[in-house]
């Protein structure tokens, strides 16, 4: 069995080695573009107002008014009074402010 190599075939098989390594490398620009897209969204702050100006277009008028009067509520409410501004609300769903 009689093996040639000419300079033909080694410079076939480089061009062949360097659009496999192009190809390689743009697929990997695009994954790493892809991947770092989707943890800038998981990241980013979401943005409420949207959704917020539609809840509060479907809400009844007065349905806050427990909340406003309530003391505790009111207390909370009070900035001059220093402490942990979290305040929980429970209830079954659509009895809520909005």
Not at 4 to 26: G, N, T, W
Not at 74 to 87: F, G, H, N, Q, R
Request: net charge negative.
């Amino acid at each position: 069995m009689r093996n040639e190599v000419q300079l033909e075939h080694i410079q076939e098989e480089h061009q062949a080695r360097l659009r496999s390594l192009e190809h390689f490398e743009s697929s990997e620009k695009a994954h790493r573009r892809q991947e770092y897209s989707s943890i800038r969204t998981d990241i980013s702050p979401r943005i409420y107002e949207d959704r917020l100006d539609w809840f509060h277009g479907r809400r009844c008028g007065g349905t806050e008014n427990w909340l406003i009067k309530d003391a505790i509520f009111a207390k909370w409410l009070d900035s001059s009074i220093p402490s942990t501004k979290v305040l929980w609300l429970q209830g079954i769903p659509g009895a809520g402010m909005f």
